[in-house]
């Protein structure tokens, strides 16, 4: 069986919350995800 690993960087949007002067709690309410998923883009 063939797994294929996906690196993914969240970089820019960091960037943009910054730049916003938004908190990325913020960004989890208006975007509707949750926070376990947001834990692991931060990672």
Do not use: C, P
Not at 20 to 27: A, F, V, W
Request: positive net charge; hydrophobic residues 45%.
């Amino acid at each position: 069986m063939w797994r294929l690993f996906m690196s993914v960087s969240y970089n820019r949007l960091w960037k943009q919350l910054i730049d916003k002067n938004m908190k990325r709690i913020e960004m989890q309410h208006l975007t509707g995800i949750s926070a376990n998923i947001l834990a692991r883009m931060g990672k």
